[in-house]
Structure formats: structure tokens, C-alpha cells
């Protein structure tokens, strides 16, 4: 490990994929949790994805934060310690660091192998900056290093990450964040908007079928991973915009009658029954702001995307 990178684990305790399909898969309306997505294939997809033209959300916030760069660091000010909880490749905070300056930062991922390669690549990049990567499972906790400097602190959480939570649950996370960054804390957060059902069923249903394989590959990982007796092709990908819940669903239908078996286990499916596979809400600027403030936030600032596609949002706390 490079010499400004430290790595802690936690060794998050999280639900595997055999209880997340028994369990998921027992309930009257099927689910399985959108985290059981991202294995080696799913993440090859989902990074793909990201470069199709219907899916308008990583080029919009990556002009946004752009854009916002210099503003931001004079709202904050430099040297605060950044928290970004799911950090994933931290491709996004390399767009803010020479801005901000912080004093540390600290990626959290429940990957451990796929974050230490990342804090890695950092390192290489920004040699200055003291990285401390941290694998827990965020949804949950965020234990932050001891050997912190002193300061105050800014969560990141970019992408429409929020939006997987119902909203009750989105509320619960920002409280944990508020936890988190603690007297004179700020967040840094990137919210998905409400817009016309035409453009978010495209987003979600791109001519490439990148998102209809992206969906079917859960099943191809249960198959593989779980050994269960399982048809893929016997399912098709359905994706939707809610607009009574204000959500973009995803589901995988059953094409016909049919029993998925796991370990003893055999659950029936019935013609166009569909598992659950994900949910992502979509906030009015005013709806977050006001799910922000439930959460202890008040708005400092925010930045909306041409045509209002995106929102990116700067809370300190009430």
C-alpha cells in the first residue's frame, strides 16, 4: 500500500446473496436487493451503461460538478476531511480535489479488494492527499479512522445512490450522515429529478439492452454462484416510471409458470409474476430539500443540469 494510503476494515457483516434470494424470494411480492447487482459482470454492464445516450445522468453531474468546483471550495472552504460513503471507483472526487484540497480523504466501500486498488490509483494521482479507505458497509455504519486530522468534515455522495432507499430509509441514511459528520459538518449529495416518464422509461430501457443484461445477470449470478436451478432466458427485464410513487422500478417477469429451486428450497412462479429488483426515486428540488431537513440539513446552495436532469445539493447542518 502506497505510504499515504491506509486501509481499515471493518469486515462488514452484510446479508449474502443465498439469504437475500431465500428470504427475498419467500415474500408475497418477490424482491431481491439492487447491491446483489454488482458482481465482476454486473459492474462491467453498469459501466457500460453509463455511456449509452439515453442514460443522461453521468454526463450530466459530471458537468455539474465541474462546474460547481471553485464555487463549492469557497462555500466550504479547504482543508476539510471528505467522507464518501460508497465510493465505488472514485472517478468523481478526482473532479473536486484540487478545488477543495482536503485534508484527508476517506472512501468507504464494501469491496475490499476493488478499494484498496482504487485508493491506489489515487494515491498515484494526487501523491499530496492522505487517503485512509475504509471498508464497512455504509448503509449501516460509518466508523471513521482515529488517526484523522482534526477539522470539519464533508460527506460526498454523488450518483442517484439515494434513490434505492423508500423514503423513510433515505431520511434514515442522511440522519446517519449527520451523525457522521458531526459540529460544523456539511454534504455534498447528487439527487435525480422528477421529469417526463418518456425520457426516465429510455434512461431504463436503453436500445443497446445494456439494462435489460445488467437485470437478467442477478439471475445468471444465482445460478452460478448458488448453484440453484434456475432459467434466465424464462424472464424478461420491465422497467417503469411511477409516477404515483415518483420511482423508476425494475423488475424481472416471469414469462411463464415456472419454480426457481435453491438449496432445498423451491419457489413458485406464476405467468408475469416479477421479482423486485430495484426502485430509484426522483426528488423535486423542493421534495429533497425537504427530506434534507427531516434529516437535521438545511440547503447551503444547489445546482440544477441543463434542463433540470440532475441536482446537486450542499446541506450544512440545521
Same mark, same amino acid.
Given at each position: 500500500m502506497d ?5 481499515? /476494515?471493518h469486515?462488514p457483516e452484510t446479508?449474502?446473496?443465498? /439469504?437475500? *434470494?431465500?428470504q427475498?424470494?419467500s415474500r408475497?411480492?418477490?424482491?431481491i436487493? $439492487?447491491?446483489?447487482?454488482y458482481?465482476?459482470?454486473?459492474s462491467e454492464?453498469?459501466d457500460?451503461i453509463?455511456e ?6 453521468p454526463?450530466a ?6 462546474g460547481?468546483?471553485?464555487e463549492?471550495a469557497?462555500?466550504? =472552504? ?5 467522507i464518501?460513503? =460508497?465510493?465505488g471507483?472514485l472517478?468523481k472526487?478526482?473532479?473536486l ?6 485534508g484527508?480523504? *476517506?472512501p468507504? /466501500?464494501?469491496?475490499? &479488494? !476493488?478499494l484498496?486498488?482504487a485508493a491506489r490509483?489515487?494515491?498515484?494521482? !494526487?501523491?499530496?492527499l492522505?487517503? +485512509?479507505?475504509?471498508?464497512?458497509d455504509f448503509?449501516?455504519?460509518m466508523?471513521l479512522p #482515529? #488517526?484523522?486530522p %482534526?477539522?470539519?468534515?464533508?460527506? !460526498?455522495?454523488p450518483g442517484?445512490s439515494?434513490?434505492?432507499? +423508500?423514503?423513510?430509509?433515505a431520511r434514515d !441514511?442522511?440522519a446517519?450522515?449527520r451523525?457522521? *459528520?458531526?459540529?460544523? =459538518?456539511m454534504?455534498?449529495i447528487?439527487?435525480d429529478?422528477?421529469k417526463?416518464?418518456a ?7 436503453d436500445?443497446?439492452?445494456l439494462?435489460a443484461q ?10 452460478r ?6 432459467e ?12 404515483q410513487?415518483?420511482r423508476v422500478?425494475?423488475h424481472?417477469?416471469s414469462e411463464?409458470a415456472?419454480?426457481? @429451486?435453491?438449496n432445498?428450497? @423451491?419457489f /413458485?412462479f406464476?405467468a408475469?409474476e416479477s421479482v +423486485? &429488483?430495484?426502485?430509484s426515486?426522483?426528488y423535486? $428540488?423542493e %421534495? ?5 431537513a427531516e434529516?437535521?440539513f438545511v440547503?447551503?446552495?444547489h445546482w440544477?443540469a441543463?434542463?433540470?436532469?440532475f =441536482? *446537486? ?6
Amino acid at each position: 500500500m502506497d505510504a499515504r494510503v491506509t486501509f481499515h /476494515d471493518h469486515a462488514p457483516e452484510t446479508l449474502s446473496l443465498y /439469504d437475500a *434470494v431465500v428470504q427475498g424470494l419467500s415474500r408475497p411480492r418477490k424482491l431481491i436487493p $439492487p447491491k446483489f447487482f454488482y458482481d465482476d459482470r454486473g459492474s462491467e454492464l453498469f459501466d457500460a451503461i453509463c455511456e449509452q445516450p439515453e442514460y443522461y445522468l453521468p454526463a450530466a453531474e459530471h458537468a455539474l460538478l465541474n462546474g460547481c468546483a471553485a464555487e463549492l471550495a469557497d462555500l466550504v =472552504g479547504r482543508g476539510r476531511v471528505v467522507i464518501e460513503p =460508497g465510493a465505488g471507483s472514485l472517478k468523481k472526487i478526482r473532479l473536486l480535489l484540487e478545488a477543495l484540497q482536503p485534508g484527508a480523504y *476517506v472512501p468507504m /466501500d464494501i469491496s475490499h &479488494t !476493488f478499494l484498496k486498488s482504487a485508493a491506489r490509483q489515487l494515491a498515484a494521482a !494526487f501523491p499530496w492527499l492522505p487517503i +485512509h479507505a475504509a471498508c464497512v458497509d455504509f448503509t449501516h455504519s460509518m466508523p471513521l479512522p #482515529q #488517526q484523522l486530522p %482534526e477539522g470539519p468534515r464533508l460527506a !460526498f455522495f454523488p450518483g442517484s445512490s439515494l434513490g434505492n432507499f +423508500h423514503p423513510p430509509e433515505a431520511r434514515d !441514511f442522511l440522519a446517519l450522515i449527520r451523525n457522521t *459528520v458531526g459540529e460544523d =459538518g456539511m454534504l455534498l449529495i447528487g439527487v435525480d429529478t422528477k421529469k417526463p416518464a418518456a425520457l426516465l422509461d429510455a434512461a431504463y430501457n436503453d436500445a443497446a439492452g445494456l439494462t435489460a443484461q445488467f437485470n437478467l445477470n442477478l439471475l445468471h449470478r444465482i445460478q452460478r454462484e448458488l448453484d440453484a436451478e434456475c432459467e434466465p432466458q424464462a424472464f424478461r427485464h420491465h422497467a417503469f416510471y411511477n409516477p404515483q410513487a415518483g420511482r423508476v422500478e425494475m423488475h424481472l417477469v416471469s414469462e411463464r409458470a415456472q419454480a426457481l @429451486r435453491v438449496n432445498g428450497h @423451491r419457489f /413458485d412462479f406464476q405467468a408475469a409474476e416479477s421479482v +423486485h &429488483t430495484e426502485c430509484s426515486y426522483k426528488y423535486a $428540488p423542493e %421534495e429533497f430539500i425537504a427530506l434534507a431537513a427531516e434529516a437535521g440539513f438545511v440547503p447551503v446552495k444547489h445546482w440544477l443540469a441543463e434542463e433540470r436532469l440532475f =441536482g *446537486v445539493y450542499l446541506l450544512a447542518l440545521g
